[in-house]
Each structure stands twice: as C-alpha cells, then as structure tokens.
C-alpha cells in the first residue's frame, strides 16, 4: 500500500549482467521487488525515488534500464490533471445518474404467465404508478392491495423496487398442476451400476447390481393385471427412484519438457464506458505492444441501487508474458498430469454430488516425453428420468 501511495516504476533491465546488476542493488540496501528474469531480461519494481540510485550501476554492469510502466497515486493525480474535462465529465455523468436514481424509470412484472405483462401494466397505471414517479411517493402495500381489488385473477402482488426498476410479482389463481398425469416411463439418465430401487408406481424392469445403460428401461410405465388392478395391462405414469454408481473419467497430460509463460509485469489497460451497448468513452490505448500477452475482461454493471440503465464499465488489461523452458521428472510430470486429470473429471460432476477417488492409471502413449493419466471419480445417484409415452407404448 506504501509503494502505491508514494509511487513505484516497473522498470526493465536488459543485458548480459542482469543477475549481477541486481546483486549490487541489493547489497546497497535497494528496495526491488517482484523481481521476473528472462533471457538477458529482468523485471522489476523500484520506488520512484531509488531508481535513480539504479542509473550508475546499469553503467557499472553494461545493462540498460527502461521504465515501462508507472504505477501509484501521484502519477494517477498527474494524469486526471491532464484530462480535467474528462474528469468534469466523468463527475457529470454521475451526479446524473444518482439524480435519476431518485425515479422509478421501468416497471418489470413477474409471473403474470396467463394475464401477460401488459395486462398487469394497464391495471397498475390506474392506480397511479407508471414510469417517472418519484420512489418516494411509493407505497408498496397501498399498490398491491389496489392491484389485487383491480385484478380478481390476482391471488397475491409483492412490489420491490431496484435501482429505478419497480418490480410487480403476482401470483395467478387457478394456477394448473405441475405433475403431469399422461403415462411415463423411468428410464436410465446416464449409464450406472444399480444400487437400489424405489417403485412407487410401475414395474421394475432391472435389479440390483445390473449394469444399465443411458436411456434403458428402469421401471415400465404399466399396472399388471391383478386383484385389486384392471383384467388387463393399462399404462400408468411410473413413479420411483432408481440409485446407481456412475463414474466419471477425466484424462490429463504433462510434458517433462514445455513452454511455459510467466507474466513480465508489464501491463496496459483499457478502459471503456458502454451505455445501452454503444462504446461512448475509452481510456488506454486500444493497441498493445507486446509481442505476447494474455487478456483479461472484467465487466461491472452499476450497482442496481444507483440506476437499472444497461451501463457498464469494461476493464480489459493485457499482461506481456515471457516464454521460459521448463523441465521436469518423471515424478513430477505425473503429478501435474494427475491434477489435470482430476480437474477434467471434477468438472463433469453434477452440482452438489459428493464423490470417491477409484483409479489412477497411467496411460502409455508413444511420446516417451509425454506422461498421460486417467482419473476416475465414482458418485452414488439417482438416475431416473421420466420418459412420457403416448400411451400404451
């Protein structure tokens, strides 16, 4: 925090010395930190105030010294110095932004899926409300129980407002039920080995212990004939649980010798004002200068309490990588295939599941630089899916 306070320099140090040039630097007492080497490269961060302590020992060891980027608030100061309309702009926008916040400017309705939203609408601009009215002058009781008089089909109105968007949720009367009575099979939602099953309604059509595969049979949609059951099969909507261990394989690989990049830290930032979709100001330069970066996107809605305008600021920041070789043991290549692996599997698992380690292979491949795993993860879960028949099929 000190260094951001008082300003720090990321600086570039170029030569066949590197390694000594930060060797005196630290023997004279220097501050560098963040310290990133490369071939005949290094990077480093430096206070403003002891770079210029770096200048004879560059002399001194034949390297070359370059700032590439300054960092911290008296150079952030300097720049909105420079750019006091933007500033005065910028200041502008938001002083409108929280006047407008003040107002209720959209009205969005919820779960009016049989009387539609402008149904909805019309009845709650009888009572008033409509786009432009100040939040204040708002009575969310007095509005729902006005909704709910003005509309019979209305079995119950909450109102909440965010940022400048006035929110009316109803729920309808006479809503139809969720569980459908038309005939349905169970059947497997993926391949498993069968643990145990539930019939409430239907026949079972496997056993504990059989393997099953996606889409096959469980439990049939049918009632038998019987004492208490018609003289002859009727389908039925089948009802049950079916439990299974499933397994999930991820494969990963590792080369005992790779590529890999580290970043410099040198970045360039762009900055972008987005309104309703259209780029209406940008800070940072749009080009990058560095031979090979990665990009990281960041987007930040207003807050819902200030406004509900589609306003975005787009923060897009580029980071120089350098590209280093990498050798590594047998052992530690395995290791590192093996987390690969286990992220692959991790990633097919369905929310919420736990699950259980059961293999780890190594897989042989013709590249006796490469090591390749398998990772094999094992969940217990109920797999069965409904399958609505039409009729007796």
């Known amino acids: 925090m000190r260094h951001f306070r008082v300003g720090y320099l990321i600086v570039s140090v170029r030569g066949p010395a590197t390694e000594k040039f930060i060797n005196l630097a630290s023997s004279q007492g220097i501050s560098l930190w963040d310290i990133r080497r490369g071939p005949d490269v290094a990077f480093l961060r430096v206070d403003v105030d002891s770079f210029f302590a770096l200048r004879p020992l560059s002399k001194k060891t034949g390297c070359r010294l370059r700032i590439e980027h300054k960092t911290g608030l008296p150079f952030l100061f300097s720049r909105l110095r420079r750019r006091r309309g933007l500033v005065f702009g910028l200041a502008l926008f938001v002083s409108a932004l929280y006047f407008f916040s003040s107002f209720v400017l959209f009205i969005g309705v919820e779960g009016a899926e049989t009387l539609g939203r402008e149904r909805i609408l019309a009845v709650a601009e009888k009572t008033g409300v409509r786009p432009g009215i100040l939040k204040a002058r708002l009575d969310k009781e007095r509005l729902a129980k006005e909704l709910m008089l003005l509309e019979p089909e209305i079995a119950w109105v909450g109102i909440r407002v965010e940022g400048t968007l006035l929110v009316i949720e109803v729920v309808e009367k006479n809503r139809p039920p969720a569980d459908s009575a038309r005939p349905a099979h169970i059947v497997a939602a993926k391949d498993g080995l069968v643990t145990d099953l539930l019939v409430v309604t239907g026949e079972p059509k496997v056993r504990p212990g059989e393997t099953v595969r996606s889409g096959q049979l469980l439990i049939e949609g049918v009632l038998l004939p019987g004492e208490m059951s018609p003289a002859v099969p009727s389908p039925v909507r089948a009802r049950g649980e079916v439990w299974a261990r499933v397994w999930y394989a991820g494969y990963g690989e590792a080369a005992m010798q790779e590529s890999v990049k580290t970043k410099t830290g040198r970045r360039s930032v ?43 600021i787009i923060t897009i920041q580029r980071y120089e990588l350098l590209s280093e070789k990498r050798v590594l043991t047998y052992e530690q290549a395995l290791e590192l295939a093996a987390e690969r692996a286990r992220a692959e599997a991790v990633r097919q698992l369905p929310a919420g599941l736990e699950s259980k380690s059961v293999g780890l292979r190594e897989v042989t491949t013709e590249n006796a630089s490469l090591v390749r795993v398998r990772y094999v993860l094992e969940t217990l879960e109920n797999i069965a899916a409904v399958k609505e028949t039409a009729g007796g099929d």
């Open 270 to 312: 762009l900055w972008s004002l987005v309104v309703d979709g259209k780029r209406v100001l940008q800070i940072g330069r749009e080009q990058v200068r560095f031979s090979d970066f990665a990009v990281e996107t960041r987007k930040q809605r207003l807050p819902e309490r200030i406004v509900r305008f589609p306003v975005e």
